[in-house]
């Protein structure tokens, strides 16, 4: 079956720490995304890319980094400079960047102890 | 509409009615309009999408207006079911400058049976 896949689903990190959540499509997607959940909220874009080896930043990049060395995967690194991680963290990937319909993981829930 | 802080705009219906939830958008220049539900704990999924050279398009048991005068989305669920009750969001392809798909707060919609 095609799709997204994002791990761990639950992750808890202490203060200071980095950590990399996972995202690996096989939906022969070009674009993929990173967006952020709080409570209530709607969703806020981090960084996304549109092709192999670019990435770009979204409305909230400070305190994570991205890469995209293969087309199936885009991980992000949650540093220790991001001085509020406890999140719902989804990620995505379309066709074409922003213009066609975003396939979404089922999320992983970021908390820092 | 949208909200303010934690509290989601809720709609409570009762099991078979029709449902209507809005959305308004804020850019005149947006050309693609996306709806998405989201169940508790999971990724959004997908329902339908409409470009704004369109009006309206319909889905199983969905329906989307898309009114461009008033910048206006709406989603109508046909007779409502205990399993459409989540929380909906609308997205809009903003234009101009830096392209992004932007994400309205949500809606919560209750279906009682």
């Known amino acids: 079956d095609g799709g997204i896949t994002q791990s761990p689903k639950y992750l808890f990190r202490k203060e200071g720490q980095n950590v990399t959540l996972s995202c690996e499509q096989n939906?022969?997607?070009?674009?993929m995304y990173w967006y952020r959940q709080d409570p209530g909220q709607g969703l806020r874009l981090i960084y996304y890319?549109?092709?192999?080896?670019?990435?770009q930043k979204g409305d909230i990049a400070e305190g994570y980094s991205v890469s995209r060395e293969k087309k199936e995967s885009f991980p992000l690194t949650v540093t220790s400079a991001q001085k509020n991680p406890t999140a719902f963290y989804l990620c995505?990937?379309?066709?074409?960047?922003?213009?066609?319909?975003?396939?979404f993981g089922q999320g992983t829930r970021l908390t820092v102890v | 509409g949208e909200s303010v802080g934690l509290h989601l705009p809720t709609l409570s219906v009762q099991e078979g009615d029709n449902s209507i939830i809005n959305c308004a958008y804020s850019?005149?220049?947006?050309?693609?309009f996306i709806w998405y539900k989201q169940e508790s704990g999971k990724g959004p999924q997908f329902i339908i999408d409409?470009?704004?050279?369109?009006d309206k398009r319909q889905g199983q048991r969905v329906t989307v207006l898309l009114n461009k005068t008033v910048k206006h989305l709406s989603l109508q669920i046909a007779a409502t079911q205990p399993g459409d009750s989540a929380v909906y969001f609308c997205?809009?392809?903003?234009?101009?400058?830096?392209?992004?798909?932007?994400f309205g707060k949500g809606t919560k919609l209750t279906v009682n049976p």
């Open positions: 409409i470009r704004s050279n369109m």
């Open positions: 997205a809009e392809n903003m234009q101009g400058g830096s392209e992004k798909l932007v």
């Open positions: 995505a990937s379309s066709t074409r960047t922003f213009s066609t319909e975003a396939f």
């Open positions: 939906l022969n997607h070009d674009a």
């Open positions: 890319s549109q092709i192999v080896n670019d990435f």
């Open positions: 850019n005149s220049a947006s050309d693609y």
